[in-house]
């Protein structure tokens, strides 16, 4: 061993705690030397400094197995666990373990591990046989993974050689046992120590996507069943490492946790510019992992499911789908089940991932599709998937064609399904290649012991809390939209209020939001803390208490999105920010605002007057059609067919139907029941009357529909299937049923529960108006039509959209004599309502 030693020390002989202490000082204080080279060359000195008390004890030492005819020692020291790596951090344990295959002198071990204890080295030891050290893997997982780590250092190598060999061929045998012991683990520590990404003071090492994870990844490898995605993950164990060994540094001390106070002299050692862009290069460290950990995990719970035949999920249909060679839609033994969910994705194995058909090049919405898609059954999109959508999908047109706004919508609208999407599109860098003002908020640290998240979580998770909230709005997308967007300013200096204001209205434009829709975003950013701030800091007394927050929102719908968009930031922000105090005080101001702005009339969330947004003038192709079904007497519609996506071709395709029917019962329910048994999922949709020749009333309907897996039913079939239904010849109602019952769909996502309500009677002179708020599913449309028709009402109007995934529907109803019903009447038509909703 060659050390560099003081004065007072003996380079001559080993067991002298003082020159190993010496020499290992001088190397941490070596100019240049530091990170990965640095923990190789301590990892070296230690080595040296071991080889050498062992020969000092009289034990020879061979590199590997004995020569032929040689006497073998029959004890070797070897490195287990972190130091059994070959990386030693400055403050790190030597885990050893002294190996013997027969009787040792009993003070052999003394005259090793004392002077590594007068160093003042941490030293984590075990006296074992070969046999002895694999019967404590096989009952304490923690030491097998420790062992699956060992590396010789001085003696017999022949006998270190056949005990890695044993643990690895132990290891691999029992994987499918240990492996869901080792993610227990995981998830204990996770719950235990919080994610790294998020901490404001983190645990390196125990916390998720910390360290212990990036050992447990390797571990994962040992096995030969998976392995972790590789891009990025070097550079994340490095960085990570390296911010250790300059804690460990700066503290003076073997810790993992990464203090407040710690953070500039961390930064300073690293040639980092502060505090907060070490804590972001963490983050991104740490969020690489936690991402590998989760791709890594799927991979093992499908191999093992596999293994225990629990591969196919009984009860589930499937189309099976066989490698090229075989005939389109051939089924074969071991054939890959998919199950449809949108245009251009299927469900297999558990993830979602591209049809064989998609074209990722020709579809730029199909990201937003994919992940939407998933999250709304409960999914993620798989890694190979995400990795094909970046490198393959060219940004979206500006503005945003409508399908992409409406898949934003529907993927922030699955709640808590949305978050693993989410990571899984930010970890290929999809988030900021469709909303580039991102990358200012991604990672970022809030230095505020109430907020618990990083701003770009916090946003997302905002949108979490939003999305159990839209049956309290009327516009729940525009909701979710600012639930996202609502903080984006904190990556601009200045007022993170008014700096979001003005990156909302490019976004919403770029988003393709409509100019009135714009300025109701830039409001609620703009005001996301006006509520709350007023009410807890403001006189509810005085009149300008209410004046201030009737200026800043106007309107009944946007003081509504406000109240919810308040509480959602709130509650995700952290249990100190939101209590039932606060939620009176804001509860309070928000119904005198409502009071004023309403002028003592309808409250938020109610109906807007019948008048509010009136009909356009009947087209001309409108009044055509009116007429025809007016002299006819039958119906008479037309299609037109229009590309959903940037291009024609790509994406779902959508229809604008026009029906004309002279009035009957039933109509509305019958003519959804037939465009949900075409798979057409209903977009828009308006009824109204008209009597285009003086002979009656025609009811006239306007649809926007899309096909739910991209291709349109035939144009004849769909007139044909519409005039069936409305002469009786084909019962919809149960056509629907014996699909279901031959196809049932994934149970899906936890929804917040349809809402059905009666408007005040202020909402129309003339009809009695009924809204109904509900997650759309197939058929919707059609169960509120018939129990509608159950209840013997007329509907009159009707102005019906899907916001993302949630339905906003408005129906004004009349008795058969055309009154308004009685508050008895309509409280059991709503009823029924709720009851067809289940």
Known sequence: MTIETGPSSDPSDPSDPSAYAAARAALLDRPGLTGRPRRAALARLTDDWLAGLLAAAGVPSSSGA??????????????????????????????VLLLHDGPIAPELPERIWYPVWDAGAKLDHSVRTPAEARAVAAADLKAQLGLLDARHLAGDGALTAALRSAVLTDWRASAPARLPELRELGRERAERHGELSFLLEPDLKEARGGLRDLVA????????????????????????????????????????????????????????????????????????????????????DRVLAARSGRGRRAGRPVFRFVGAGRGAGAVARGAVERRPLAEGVVEQDGEAVLAQAARPAADPVLPLRAAAAAAQNGLTVSYATVRRLAAECRPLPVPWPDEAREQLVTLLGAGEAAVPVWEALEAEGLVTKLLP??????????????????VDRHLVETAVRAAAMTRRVARPDLLLVAALLHDIGKGWPGDH????EVIVRDLAVRMGFPAEDTETLAVLVRHHLTLVDTATRRDPDDPATVEAITKAVGTLP??????????????????????????????????RAAAQLAGGGVAPGEAAPEGAAPWARPSAEQERIAVEAARTGGPALSLLARAEGADPGSGPMG???????????????????????????????????????????????????????????????????????????LDVSRRLAERDAAAPRRRGIPTPPPLVAVAPAVASATATVLEVRAHDAPGLLHRIGRALDGAGVRVRTAH?????AEAVDSFYLTDPAGRPLTAGRAGE???AVRAALG
């Open 497 to 500: 209020s008014e700096a979001g």
């Open 800 to 804: 019906v959209s899907t916001l993302g």
């Open 558 to 591: 946007e003081l509504e999105l406000l109240h919810a968009l308040t509480e959602a930031d709130a509650l995700a922000t952290g249990p100190a920010a939101w209590s039932g105090w606060r939620a009176s005080l804001v509860d309070g101001l928000v119904a």
């Open 66 to 95: 004995s020569p032929s005819g040689a006497p073998s020692s029959g004890v070797a020291l070897v490195a287990v666990g972190g130091y059994g790596r070959g990386e030693l951090s400055p403050r790190s344990d030597l885990d």
């Open 829 to 831: 038509v709503a009823a």
């Open 217 to 300: 990844l390797d571990a994962v490898a040992a096995t030969w069943l998976a392995d972790a995605p590789r891009d990025g993950l070097d550079a994340a164990a490095l960085r990570l490492a390296d911010v250790r060994d300059a804690l460990h540094l700066a503290t003076g001390r073997a810790t993992e946790r990464l203090s407040l106070q710690d953070q500039d002299q961390v930064a300073e050692r690293l040639g980092v510019l502060d505090a907060d862009t070490l804590l972001r290069q963490v983050y991104e460290a740490a969020r690489t992992v936690a991402y590998a950990s989760d791709v890594t995990w799927r991979a093992v």
């Open 655 to 729: 229809v604008e139907l026009t029906l004309a029917v002279p009035d009957r019962p039933g109509l509305l329910g019958t003519v959804a029941g037939v465009l949900a048994l075409h798979r057409l999922t209903v977009r828009s949709a308006g009824l109204r009357e008209l009597d285009p020749v003086g002979s009656g009333p025609v009811l006239l309907l306007s649809w926007r529909v899309a096909a739910e897996f991209g291709e349109l039913p035939e144009a004849a079939r769909l007139r044909a299937d519409l005039r069936r239904a409305l002469d009786g010849s």
């Open 437 to 454: 003002d991102w990358e200012r908020v991604r990672c970022r640290p809030q230095r505020n012991a109430v907020h618990r998240w990083t």
